[in-house]
């Protein structure tokens, strides 16, 4: 298994622990939690990035003290910067920083 491999399981097993514990702060990511079903949390992750809607969950989680929540968090941190381009991080970074 490649260290890609290995960054991509572990991602999605991050995201799949964001979806199981957001109801601790009364969260509940729907359309979050069906892609990472159908597809994977990586997969969801490109498809929430490069989509025109906005996150509505972002200010509510941070508001909270809770970007473990925040799937831009994750896109965000250097961690997983081989899983995504410049660009996807940068609306990550961008989201985290400006959503209201």
């Known amino acids: 298994m490649t260290d890609k491999e290995r960054l991509h399981i572990e991602f999605d ?3 799949r622990h964001l979806l199981d514990t957001e109801h601790e702060i009364a969260c509940c990511s729907t359309r979050l939690r069906r892609m ?3 597809h994977d949390g990586e997969w969801a992750a ?3 990035l490069e989509s025109e809607l906005k996150p509505g969950n972002i200010k509510y989680c941070r508001d909270r003290n809770r970007r473990d929540l925040i799937v ?3 896109v965000a941190d250097p961690k997983y910067r081989e899983l995504f381009t410049q660009e996807e991080r940068d609306i990550a970074k961008f989201r985290l920083e ?3």
């Open 72 to 74: 831009e968090s994750y």
């Open 98 to 100: 400006h959503e209201d």
């Open 36 to 38: 990472v079903e159908e």
């Open 13 to 15: 097993k991050d995201i």
């Open 46 to 48: 490109h498809r929430l």
